[in-house]
């Protein structure tokens, strides 16, 4: 593709709105930590699904993007991992760190068997066939995206994890402390619901789900995209995982032949209502590979 269109390796490096643009969801959450720490709880729960659940997976898409080091460049890697910290904060569970030694490992060895922990387990796979148990499933997915990696593919603690760790739960005992336990289940609970029974959580299961034998990767072009940093363009994603997400649509148009005859979606909630009904579906309906050679990991 890029002998025939060079003009896509001008669409990488770093995008310089990333940045502002984390920082003022970051200061967004702040705000609505003050805000709801005099609510009554029913208002709480509300904003919490409502508002909180929505920025907060937003956000772990925002580092998504940032340990592809699309805030501040390849040169300065490091500026990427702390500032991913930050980034985390609002969020409440500390995982930057560990998300992006995992995430890379996705891109090299996509369904690599006993190394892409995007791959559910033997166990989800087997016990969650029916359609209630796929839809407790759906809502449990922040559950076993924490310990997934640690039945497949448990990795040393790094120096980085801590210091993730350490900040994030330094932030979240000031956050009780200056403001009580209101804006703390606010900020936990709109992370697991927003990574649960939520619009936005369809991405988990329209990126790679085949939904069509033999197609592994799809693409969703609906207008969540917007809340997402464009993470439904996800063929272009894969092909290309160093152009930011604001620039993945350049991707499509200039390479359009490519990519318009692939699968592809326009609601992520049909294809949590898809995958739930369909009894042809579950989480066993992913492509796993045997890797072969040498194999290195983050």
């Not at 991405?203 to 997402?228: D, V």
Request: a positive charge; proline letters at 6%; one cysteine or more.
């Amino acid at each position: 593709m890029l002998p025939k269109y060079p003009k896509i390796k001008t669409l990488m490096g770093p995008d310089p709105r990333l940045k502002w643009i984390v920082c003022m969801m970051v200061v967004i959450q702040f705000v609505a930590f003050y805000l709801v720490k005099d609510l009554d709880w029913k208002w709480v729960l509300f904003w919490t699904y409502a508002f909180g659940s929505c920025i907060n997976h937003s956000m772990t898409l925002a580092i998504h993007e940032i340990s592809h080091n699309t805030a501040f460049g390849n040169n300065k890697a490091m500026w990427n991992r702390y500032f991913a910290i930050f980034a985390n904060l609002p969020i409440g569970l500390p995982y930057s760190a560990s998300f992006k030694r995992y995430h890379l490992d996705h891109h090299r060895y996509l369904g690599g068997d006993g190394i892409d922990v995007d791959i559910p387990t033997d166990f989800e796979g087997w016990f969650f066939c029916t359609r209630f148990r796929k839809f407790i499933w759906i809502i449990l997915q922040p559950l076993f995206y924490a310990i997934r990696p640690l039945c497949i593919n448990p990795k040393p603690i790094t120096q980085l994890e801590m210091t993730n760790v350490a900040f994030q739960v330094t932030f979240n005992v000031l956050l009780y402390w200056l403001w009580g336990a209101k804006p703390v289940v606010y900020m936990l609970a709109g992370s697991m619901l927003g990574m649960g029974l939520h619009p936005i959580s369809g991405h988990f299961i329209a990126e790679h789900y085949m939904f069509l034998k033999g197609h592994e990767t799809y693409s969703y072009y609906g207008s969540l995209n917007l809340l997402t940093f464009n993470v439904g363009y996800h063929n272009e994603h894969h092909d290309f995982p160093s152009i930011p997400g604001r620039r993945l649509p350049m991707v499509k148009e200039i390479a359009a032949e490519y990519y318009a005859d692939l699968p592809q979606y326009t609601s992520w909630v049909k294809v949590l209502y898809d995958f739930i009904m369909d009894d042809t579906i579950s989480p066993y309906s992913r492509i796993k590979r045997k890797l072969k050679g040498e194999v290195k990991q983050e």
